[in-house]
C-alpha cells in the first residue's frame, strides 16, 4: 500500500493529470474554504459584492446565449505569498491595493463603466515549506496549499469571485505568473511580484505586471486569448495560420506594448459590455444592408462601438462576423499610436464566429507593412472569396465613416 501511495504521487507532479484532476480539485477546495471563519484582518479598497460566473453550456448556440453580462461589483482576494526558504518581500500590501486600484480603473474605463474591482490584500504569508514544495507539486496543487493557509490563518475566502496568488519571485517549475482559470465558479490566477519576461526583469508593479494582471482576470471571466490570422503577404490567402496571442491591440493577445489595450469589439461583446440592442448605450450595429457607416471612438462611452456583419458560415459551425472598430490614443489605448505596432490610423478588423468563444482573429490590412495592420483611410479590403467589401472613407477624433458591401 505505502509504494501505490508513493506512486500514486508522483503521478500527481505531472501535468497532464493534474488537468485531468482539475475540477476533483477545485471542488475539494471549495469545501475547503467554506469551512473558514470570515475576518476583516486585510486592506480593503470599499464594500463587497458576490457576483458568480456560470458554466458554459455545451450546446452549440451563440456566446451571448453562452454567457452571462459581466456587470456590477467584482471582488478579489489578493495573496502575497513567501517560503520558509526564501521570505523575501519584494512589495507592500499598500503598493499591491494601489496596483489593484488601476486594475479596476482599466475594467471600469474598458467596460464603459459596468464593471469594477474591490480588493482585499493578505500577506506576506510564509508558506509553511521551502520553494522545493514549487518543484514536485504543480500549480493548482500548490494554489491549493494556500488555500489551506489561508483557512489555518482564519481567512475565508469563498465570497471573492477571484483569487490571486502572488509568489514573492518565481520558484522552480509551479510557483510562477502567468496561470488564470476560465470561467466556471471562482476565478483563480497565480503571477509573481519579480519574474523576467524575454529577457528583461519585470515586476508585479510594472505596465506589464498590471497587463497580465488584466490578462489573467479576462480568463477569469470566460475569456480566451485574442489571435491574429497570419497569410503571409495577403489578408487572406491559400495558406493561412492562427498565431495565438497574436493580437496586438488587445490585453488577451500579445502584451508586446507593455501596458493593457481594450478587448476588441467581439471580445466586449461576449462580456455584454456592447450589444446589438437598440435601447443600449455602448452598440454594436449588427448591418443587414449595404452602405456608408459610421463608428464612434472606441474607447469613449456611449455611440456606436464597433460594427459587425456576417461572412458566412463558419468551418466548425456558426456563422463568422467581420468586427470594425476605430480605436484612437485614449485612455488605456494611449500606446496604440507608439511603440512597436499602431493602430490608430485607420480601423481595425476582426473574425470571430459567434458560437465560438476561441475564434478571434485579428485580420492584417496591411500585410506587407510589419507596424501597422488597422485599413487605412481611402483604402478598400475586398474578400475575394464572398464579395465582402470595406472602405474606410474619413477620420476624425470623434469617430470612423466607413463604407461596408455585404457578402453576396
Request: charged share 20%.
Amino acid at each position: 500500500m505505502k509504494k501505490a501511495l508513493e506512486t500514486y504521487k508522483q503521478l500527481l507532479t505531472q501535468k497532464t493529470l493534474i488537468y485531468i484532476l482539475l475540477p476533483v480539485l477545485y471542488i475539494a477546495s471549495f469545501l475547503l474554504v467554506n469551512a473558514a471563519i470570515d475576518t476583516s484582518s486585510s486592506i480593503t479598497s470599499n464594500d463587497s459584492t458576490i457576483l458568480e460566473s456560470k458554466e458554459v453550456s455545451s450546446t452549440p448556440v451563440t456566446l451571448s446565449e453562452q454567457y452571462p453580462p459581466v456587470t456590477g461589483e467584482r471582488t478579489v482576494a489578493v495573496i502575497l505569498v513567501n517560503f520558509l526558504d526564501d521570505q523575501d518581500e519584494p512589495g507592500t500590501p499598500e503598493k499591491t491595493l494601489e496596483i489593484m486600484s488601476e486594475v479596476s480603473d482599466y475594467f471600469e474605463e474598458v467596460s464603459y463603466g459596468a464593471v469594477h474591482l474591490s480588493t482585499d490584500v493578505y500577506g506576506w504569508w510564509t508558506l509553511p515549506f521551502d520553494t522545493s514544495r514549487c518543484t514536485e507539486q504543480g500549480s493548482h496543487l500548490v494554489g491549493l496549499d494556500i488555500k489551506k493557509e489561508a483557512i489555518r490563518r482564519g481567512v475565508n475566502l469563498s465570497p471573492y469571485n477571484h483569487v490571486i496568488f502572488v509568489f514573492n519571485k518565481r520558484q522552480g517549475s509551479w510557483c510562477k505568473g502567468g496561470l488564470g482559470t476560465v470561467m466556471g465558479g471562482q476565478g483563480m490566477v497565480w503571477l509573481t511580484w519579480e519574474d523576467t519576461y524575454a529577457g528583461e526583469k519585470t515586476s508585479f508593479d510594472s505596465l506589464y505586471g498590471i497587463s497580465r494582471i488584466v490578462h489573467e482576470i479576462g480568463h477569469n471571466l470566460g475569456l480566451k486569448h485574442a489571435n491574429r490570422l497570419d497569410c503571409g503577404e495577403t489578408t487572406f490567402g491559400d495558406s493561412c495560420t492562427t498565431i495565438g496571442y497574436g493580437d496586438f491591440y488587445d490585453a488577451m493577445g500579445t502584451l508586446s506594448q507593455y501596458r493593457a489595450s481594450h478587448f476588441n469589439a467581439f471580445q466586449k461583446m461576449k462580456l455584454g459590455w456592447i450589444s446589438d440592442a437598440q435601447d443600449i448605450e455602448n452598440r454594436i450595429q449588427t448591418i443587414t444592408e449595404d452602405g456608408e457607416y459610421f463608428i464612434d471612438t472606441y474607447e469613449t462611452p456611449g455611440g456606436i462601438k464597433a460594427l459587425r456583419f456576417p461572412r458566412g458560415p463558419g468551418i466548425k459551425g456558426g456563422t463568422d462576423y467581420y468586427y470594425i472598430e476605430y480605436r484612437q490614443p485614449i485612455g488605456w489605448d494611449t500606446e496604440l499610436k507608439e511603440g512597436t505596432h499602431t493602430a490608430t490610423n485607420g480601423v481595425l478588423v476582426h473574425l470571430g464566429n459567434d458560437t465560438i468563444d476561441n475564434s478571434s482573429r485579428l485580420l492584417d490590412m496591411q500585410p506587407t507593412n510589419t507596424t501597422g495592420h488597422e485599413l487605412l483611410q481611402r483604402n478598400t479590403f475586398k474578400d475575394t472569396e464572398t464579395g465582402v467589401e470595406i472602405q474606410l472613407l474619413d477620420t476624425s477624433t470623434k469617430g470612423a465613416t466607413v463604407r461596408v458591401r455585404l457578402a453576396e
